[in-house]
């Protein structure tokens, strides 16, 4: 234990020669699904390479940290901090190799290594240097974004696959369009529900973001619009769904930026380093996991009188994102539980809904409805108003405290024999989520 928090070159040779003998006794066993309890039982070799992991980190993650973003000069995205720390200390993170065969794999088939990009992501966010500026990297505008920017300004439209983006007047529209999966989402979509959030943000046009859930081809639903389904269970059976960029960049990534804005670099104003949109949800048929989750970073949510809400979370095995950190200042601590913990399904019309809910509508009124509440929020003393809202009722360190343990937390529940039998079961069902 001691080698690890020596000084860093003796402390980085001895980790990658611990995670190096760890391999060689795991290279020869069956996958997990095929393995003995006895092999099980060998594999536990890979707890103590984790104990070394989590000592390295806690002696040495803020200096890691500088050598990955060149002391802090650049911004670096989750995904690629994970990949450049796989090729600058072997041992401490899965290589991209080991990450792109575990994605060939059922998740029953994998042998858990983003646990260790977990560990990673833990120690980094609970550092109270590193963690910030990791927050602010998660803050700027994704490449992709910035590349379709100057088309989406000129035309006010963009079709980005799961997501359509269009500028009507002041008001972007994100309409979620996976019509194939009631929206559920997977990796993909979180990029593409990223890119929009950012165009829609970066548009010196848009003053006013909406989102709402497109038309279904779903034989339960066909011809009716659907808000989200939440995370596709789907996907995360067949190994899918991935920790970095779907688990955490959601919540660091396009969420976050519905909250706080996207963050500028040299094209910030002496006033203010983001770019911040007021946001509507409209929620037709319902809103379900992540869907929920979603509601709790808009400025003003409607609802269909049909609709329902629920965070089933707990009956899935998963951690619902940031939801267990904002919920309390909804409805309290006694509420959140009942719908984190006992999964209870809010109907529109419930009175306890009205802690997630603004305003409930008749279906067929919702259409009027959105336009007027797009047309509040744009109003000049908007902006500033929920800017120090935000400020007051999410400070930055709490969140960055959350997202620590959350990181590590979700890595060890999406791997646990509970979630990949339920998993499994859906998948078996055809249910998304």
Known sequence: MSAVRADLPSARHALAQAAEDADKQLVSLPEPAQRTPEQRAAAGVRDAVRTLRCAFLDAHVDAVYDELTD???RHVPIGELAEAAADRFPGLVPTREQI????????????????????????VLGSASAGPHLLDAMLR????????????????RADLGSVRVERHGGATRLTMCRDDCLNAEDDRQVDDMETAVDLALLDPKTRVGLLRGGV?????????RVFSAGINLKALHAGRISLVDFLLRRELGYLHKLLKGVLLGDGASWHSHTVEKPWVAAVDGFAIGGGAQLLLVF??????????????AAQEGIV??????????????????????????????????????????????MDEAVE???ERLQGPAVL???????????????FRRYMAEFALQQALRIYGDDVIGKVGRFAAKGTVA
């Open 71 to 73: 002391s802090r000069s």
């Open 216 to 224: 279904m081809s779903h034989p339960r639903y066909f011809g009716r």
């Open 141 to 156: 505008p994704t490449p992709r974004a910035l590349g379709l920017l100057p088309q989406f300004t000129e035309s006010g």
């Open 320 to 365: 619902p994102g940031a939801a267990n950190f904002r919920l309390g200042r909804y409805g309290g601590a006694r509420f959140s539980r009942r719908l984190v913990l006992h999964g209870r399904k809010l109907w529109a019309s419930d009175p306890e809904a009205r802690f997630l809910v603004d305003e409930v509508v008749e279906p067929e009124e």
């Open 100 to 123: 792109t065969a575990e994605r060939t794999r059922t998740q029953a088939g994998k042998d858990g290594h983003e646990i260790d990009q977990g560990i990673f992501f833990h120690r």
């Open 299 to 312: 400025d003003h949510v409607l609802a269909a009188a049909d609709s329902y809400l629920s965070l089933p």
């Open 384 to 398: 500033a108003n929920r800017r120090m809202l935000n400020l007051a009722e999410e400070p930055a360190e709490g």
């Open 372 to 374: 007027k509440a797009l």
